[in-house]
Every structure is written in structure tokens, then in C-alpha cells.
């Protein structure tokens, strides 16, 4: 940041969390609420948010976007890019993903018994499709003149089960997922997802992927790269995605397709943008 300054370079987007809102139940989750990470991880993202906002009171020239990511899932439409973590992944879709390759025998889902629609954890899971253009719609917010730190949510605010995602899963590979019900992990709160309607009325920023296309492209990445970068596509791979593909739009990365959220130029807006129910 020193350097930047220095450099006149005054405007930043932070990839932050929703893990600074450590154990709430206050859903959906406003930017407002109270902070208190309890992870190391999380403890981290509000570390480097609380430099930035004493940053932006020192020098009121800085404009730096607070990007809190709710559950990112998906990838590239293309099949190009997509999520390769090594090991046993902590995370629902990867997890899904090595039980549907074989490299796990079944998913572990912990908590049955939560005070939710099916017994398990709800999160508001994001297209990464979205996110990048949530990454898009910070940096035109700062070239139009955002200044301070400015927190914003980005998620759906729609809560997905653990097992609605899972036989969503099933259904766009056309075999479902197996898994077994375990006891809860210590710390998981029962349903956290996002109030978005400030990125929407102030970025015009809005999520417009489903659950659908999440699974749809996850299944296109892992289909070709069954092993992760570089491992190419698998012969005869019984990842096929059943769903059908989306219609072309505008791409970001040169030569493929893209699929994502939408942004209202900031300049065409007479008004904040409605949210809808």
C-alpha cells in the first residue's frame, strides 16, 4: 500500500470473505453486521480489511472495493479454467467432484439434524462466473469515483442445502452422488447466506447463474481435466454434463464463452436499481 501510494496508484479491490462475519445467524447477512471472524482464515481477510479501512481514513484519495465472497463453485464454461486443490478438498464441490471421479469412495455430510428444510447446512453458493464480474463491476465503481473502503456481499441471497447441491450434482451428471450423514463439525452455524442488494444498488451488480449452471460447468471442467491442469480430457469419461449448454455471451477470456452476471453501467442509472423480492 506504501509503495502504491507512492506511485499516486490509489484504488484497490480486496477479495475478502463472508468468514468475517464469523458465527452469525443473522440471515441474510448485511454488511452491517457485526464483525468477528473466528477462523484463522477469516481472522486474516479482517486483519488486511481493517488496515484498509484505517488506510482510507488516513488518505481520503484512496477508493478500495471490500469484496466479502460468500461460497464460490463452478468454473470457466469452457472447461479451461476450473478448481484444482490438491489433497482432500475442506469444500463441498471439489469434495463432490473426487467422489464423482472415483479418487473418494463417498461424501461425507456433516450435520443432519439442523433446524433447515432438510436437516442439512445452508450456504449461498456463487458462479465464479458471477464473482469475476463482480470483480468488473468494482473496478468501473472505483473509476467512477468510489472512495473509503466500501464493503460489499457478493452471493445469490438464496441458501442451497448441502443436499440440494448434491443431488442437483447427480442430476446434471446423470448418476447420483453417494454419501453418508455424519455428526456436525464444531463452529458450523445451520444457514448463512447474503444480503447482495447493496452491491446490486450501488455496483448494479446481480448474480444470474443457478445451481444448474454451477454444476453444469464444474462437470465440463472436471470432464477435461479429470486430474486437474494439464491432465487433458478423459477417454470415454462418464462426467458428460446432461444439462444443456448456455447460449453464448459476451467473453472475457480470449477465444471461449462466458457465462455470468450482468452490470448496469453506473452512467445510465438515473436512479438506485430496485431490488427484487
Known amino acids: 500500500m506504501q509503495v502504491m ?7 484497490m479491490v480486496f477479495s475478502s470473505s463472508a468468514t468475517v462475519y464469523g458465527e452469525t445467524t443473522a440471515n441474510p447477512i448485511k454488511e452491517t453486521q457485526q464483525l468477528g471472524a473466528t477462523s484463522p482464515y477469516g481472522r ?4 488486511v480489511e481493517d488496515m484498509l479501512r484505517d488506510l482510507c481514513k488516513a488518505d481520503p484519495e484512496w477508493g478500495v472495493a471490500i469484496l466479502r465472497y460468500f461460497n464460490p463453485v463452478g468454473a470457466h464454461p469452457s472447461g479451461l479454467l476450473g478448481e484444482d486443490p490438491k489433497g482432500i478438498p475442506n469444500n463441498l464441490m471439489p469434495f463432490i467432484t473426487k467422489v464423482a471421479t472415483g479418487a473418494q469412495p463417498e461424501l461425507k455430510i456433516f450435520g443432519s439434524d439442523y433446524r433447515t428444510r432438510d436437516g442439512t447446512g445452508v450456504r449461498d453458493y456463487l458462479h465464479v462466473m458471477d464473482l469475476s464480474q463482480g470483480h468488473l463491476a468494482a473496478i468501473e465503481a472505483l473509476s467512477n469515483g468510489l472512495k473509503g473502503a466500501e464493503p460489499f ?7 442451497v442445502s448441502v443436499l440440494e ?8 451428471r446423470g448418476v447420483p452422488i453417494p454419501y453418508v450423514m455424519q455428526d456436525r463439525r464444531p463452529g458450523d452455524v445451520a444457514e448463512c447466506y447474503a444480503d447482495a442488494s447493496k452491491a446490486l444498488e450501488q455496483l448494479g451488480w446481480k448474480a444470474q447463474c443457478t445451481v444448474e449452471d ?3 460447468d464444474v462437470l465440463t471442467w472436471t470432464s477435461k481435466n479429470p486430474e486437474g491442469f494439464g491432465s487433458g480430457a478423459a477417454a470415454g469419461s462418464a462426467l458428460q454434463a446432461k444439462a444443456p449448454s448456455p447460449p453464448p455471451l459476451r467473453s472475457y477470456v480470449a477465444g471461449t ?8 453501467p453506473l452512467k445510465s442509472r438515473a436512479a438506485p436499481v430496485g431490488v427484487e423480492a
Open 5 to 11: 501510494s507512492e506511485y499516486k496508484c490509489k484504488q
Open 44 to 47: 486474516s481477510k479482517l486483519m
Open 153 to 159: 456481499n457478493l452471493g445469490t441471497g438464496v441458501g
Open 165 to 172: 447441491m448434491v443431488h442437483a450434482f447427480g442430476r446434471a
Open 214 to 216: 454451477m454444476c453444469r
Open 257 to 264: 464463452t462466458a457465462a455470468g452476471g450482468t452490470r448496469t
